[in-house]
């Protein structure tokens, strides 16, 4: 079955801790992308990838690492520096030409 | 400043009646529309787009249909079901560009 995972659904941090999500798609996509949820809010793009190796900051990047070591793998790092890490975090990915993304099930970060 | 807006947080409606959820956008160049469908703790689904050379598009109980002098777009579903209880996200890219602008979503409850 093609499609994307993330994990863990659920997780929860004390304030200062930098975290980790994990993203992995095997639709073979070269372009993924990390979207944050808040109550409200549309999704906000964090960070995007097109191919391995390289990242673009989104329009909120500031507080969040990313890497691309691997096409199938986009981890996000949520360091000590985000001032309002709880959120709903969603990874995508897309074919380069294609502009439909297709969406992970989310993980939901507790920072108390 | 938002480009892609969606006005009403949420609307009911009731089953076998026709949904009928709006979209405003100011970025002209936008040229093409997505709306996706999100259940609770969970990715958005890809539901339907549009090219902005087309003004309709359809697809079952879905169609869309784009006001480009207004800057205008909305989703029809027809005739609305239980399961069609979500929140519809509008998104709206330029170029086929590979960032896409979100709205903030509308719920849609379909009353039994």
């Known amino acids: 079955d093609g499609g994307i995972t993330q994990s863990p659904k659920y997780l929860f941090r004390k304030e200062g801790q930098n975290v980790t999500l994990s993203c992995e798609q095997n639709?073979?996509?070269?372009?993924m992308y990390w979207y944050r949820q808040d109550p409200g809010q549309g999704l906000r793009l964090i960070y995007y990838?097109?191919?391995?190796?390289?990242?673009q900051k989104g329009d909120i990047a500031e507080g969040y690492s990313v890497s691309r070591e691997k096409k199938e793998s986009f981890p996000l790092t949520v360091t000590s520096a985000q001032k309002n890490p709880t959120a709903f975090y969603l990874c995508?990915?897309?074919?380069?030409?294609?502009?439909?993304?297709?969406f992970g099930p989310g993980t939901r970060l507790t920072v108390t | 400043d938002q480009q892609v807006k969606q006005n009403s947080p949420s609307l009911s409606v009731q089953e076998g009646r026709i949904s009928i959820l709006n979209c405003d956008y100011t970025?002209?160049?936008?040229?093409?529309f997505l709306w996706y469908k999100k259940y609770p703790a969970e990715g958005p689904t890809f539901l339907i787009s549009?090219?902005?050379?087309?003004d309709k598009n359809e697809d079952g109980r879905f169609t869309v249909f784009l006001n480009k002098s207004a800057k205008h777009l909305s989703l029809h579903i027809v005739p609305s079901q239980p399961g069609d209880s979500a929140v519809y996200f509008c998104?709206?890219?330029?170029?086929?560009?590979?960032?896409?602008?979100f709205g903030k979503g509308t719920r849609l409850h379909i009353l039994p």
């Open positions: 998104a709206a890219s330029e170029n086929r560009d590979d960032k896409i602008i």
């Open positions: 990838s097109q191919i391995v190796n390289d990242f």
């Open positions: 995508a990915s897309s074919t380069l030409a294609g502009v439909e993304q297709y």
């Open positions: 549009i090219s902005s050379i087309k």
């Open positions: 639709l073979n996509h070269d372009a």
């Open positions: 970025n002209s160049m936008f040229d093409y």
